[in-house]
């Protein structure tokens, strides 16, 4: 009997639960690239539809929105069945940002006849929170290819953070702007514009016009700097306290000392740290 038999559960909850968390399995694998490639269309199609298209190429790709919505809805539906505590599951931010990023697209499909309303307003500014569900990915050590370092993983993490802060800022701008701003046509001129002003260049050649726009950018601009930082110092933490030696200090306690240390860098005492060869 292979490994993979021995560890699948028989319980149909359970083996769907499991190949929705499994990283190892063939399944497991398969189900995590084709909702990691299906997320990167999702946003794609976002991004394609704030430019100028013909009405074809449009309508492909509301069909190809509410293809990958259904897929997103099937696999929503399906951690509430494969969950041990549903209530918890349902609540959990993960799974409330899977069921916001689709449901735009769900309710233009159930009322087709007030969908120019439903695509406008709030709804159409939950489009663009669909970035969110790579998170989701980034939950644990264990990938498709394999594990990672928890260095590795914290890196990815800030990473991601940055390129979320830029898209949902783009995204917001873009959405209360582009039909009073003449210089915001599509999601590259927002997306441009937030680079600019979160890096401090700030060109002035798009400014917000709106004062919803305006009140957009400071929130960008106080996201960057607060969350940003936030992620990095957990970095920092975590590689310095890699290097730490768990030596304790006899005269006022202090734990975690640097390897080459001969004294407590608190009180000076004298500390000792002893380490066993690897003969």
Not at 49 to 58: E, F, I, N
Not at 95 to 116: N, R
Not at 130 to 149: A, C, I, K, P
Request: charged share 20%.
């Amino acid at each position: 009997m292979s490994s993979e038999s021995a560890r699948v559960p028989d319980d149909a909850r359970e083996r769907v639960r499991f190949y929705l968390l499994d990283h190892r399995t063939p399944l497991g694998k398969a189900i995590d690239i084709g909702l990691l490639a299906l997320n990167l269309v999702f946003i794609a199609v976002f991004v394609a539809q704030t430019y100028p298209l013909d009405p074809a190429t449009r309508a492909r790709l509301w069909d190809l929105e509410v293809v990958i919505a259904g897929v997103f809805v099937v696999e929503y539906v399906l951690r509430l069945y494969g969950a041990r505590d549903r209530l918890s599951e349902a609540t959990d931010p993960y799974t409330v940002v899977d069921l916001l990023s689709v449901l735009p697209t769900v309710l233009v499909i159930l009322y087709p006849a007030p969908a120019v309303v439903l695509n406008v307003g709030f709804l159409r500014v939950l489009r663009v929170i669909r970035v969110l569900r790579f998170y989701r990915f980034t939950r644990d050590e264990e990938f498709f290819f394999g594990s990672v370092s928890g260095g590795a993983l914290r890196a990815t993490k800030l990473l991601l953070t940055v390129l979320v802060v830029l898209f949902l800022s783009a995204g917001l701008f873009y959405t209360v702007e582009h039909r009073a701003n003449p210089n915001v046509e599509h999601f590259g001129d927002a997306f441009y514009y937030v680079v600019v002003t979160l890096s401090t260049v700030g060109f002035g050649d798009i400014i917000p016009v709106t004062r919803a726009g305006r009140w957009v950018t400071v929130t960008s601009v106080l996201a960057a700097i607060i969350v940003i930082p936030w992620q990095a110092s957990k970095i920092v933490r975590a590689w310095t306290s890699d290097d730490k030696v768990p030596t304790t200090c006899p005269d006022c306690g202090l734990t975690g000392h640097d390897p080459d240390a001969s004294h407590c860098k608190a009180c000076g005492h004298v500390i000792y740290q002893e380490y066993e060869s690897d003969e």
